[in-house]
């Protein structure tokens, strides 16, 4: 596709269980992130992945947060045991090769709501 | 901790006036900041890009300066209309502490242009 993607565009689940959440990066972008923007938060970065590297996770918020990306393209984050906290817009973004003076593309998010 | 400051927080404006988004941030070490556009219920569209060692960027009716020294971006719009009406968002991007890197975002200016 042109743009980021991002699936699904909204999901509502009770507390405690577990969601996945989906992101197809535009073809050829080795960097791939996730951010987080919660209502009076602002956004925050979560997690970063570039090629076939250890990706950075110094922004995940609790152990109960993973992410994985297969085949270097798509990516899914997941988190298990879901709290009224993690209710929020989660946002990926990639770029291309060549490090960070290159911009970031934004998907359309993905709004969690935990019940 | 790299903070990014954002004011005011919101502006409404009549058709036609030239304004001014005001960014500042704590840290001057970055890579390049990004002026963004968020539309209710949307994800980010970039609007420029300024690396750290350039001063101005233009696009458009858009100008976005950069002190990287003082640590304060601009954003200025020529001629508003009410399709610009939109929380604007400026983000920089700097090295984490796993060292990839991200965007630190401020938490924005909702703009009203108002016909």
Do not use: M
Not at chain 1, 23 to 34: E, F, M, R, V
Request: hydrophobic content about 30%.
């Amino acid at each position: 596709g042109a743009g980021v993607s991002q699936s699904p565009s909204n999901k509502v689940t009770e507390k405690g269980k577990d969601v996945e959440l989906r992101c197809d990066p535009i073809s050829g972008h080795t960097a791939l992130y996730w951010y987080r923007q919660s209502l009076g938060q602002g956004l925050e970065f979560l997690i970063y992945f570039q090629g076939n590297s250890a990706p950075d996770k110094s922004g995940l918020p609790s152990d109960r947060f993973s992410a994985e990306r297969t085949g270097g393209s798509v990516s899914t984050l997941t988190i298990q045991r879901t709290q009224q906290e993690d209710s929020a817009v989660y946002l990926c973004a990639s770029r291309v090769a060549g490090g960070p003076y290159n911009e970031q593309f934004f998907g359309p998010g993905t709004r969690l709501t935990v019940l | 901790k790299q903070e990014v400051t954002q004011i005011p927080a919101a502006l409404s404006v009549p058709e036609g006036e030239n304004l001014v988004l005001n960014c500042s941030f704590t840290d001057s070490a970055i890579y390049n900041l990004q002026w963004f556009r968020q539309d209710p219920g949307k994800g980010l569209t970039s609007l420029l890009l300024i690396q750290s060692s350039q001063r101005e960027q233009t696009s458009g009716r858009l100008n976005a300066s950069l002190d990287k020294s003082s640590g304060r971006s601009t954003l200025y719009i020529a001629a508003s209309q009410p399709g610009d009406s939109a929380t604007y968002l400026c983000a920089v991007t700097l090295i984490t502490q796993g060292g990839s890197e991200k965007l630190v975002f401020g938490k924005g200016t909702k703009l009203t242009v108002n016909p």
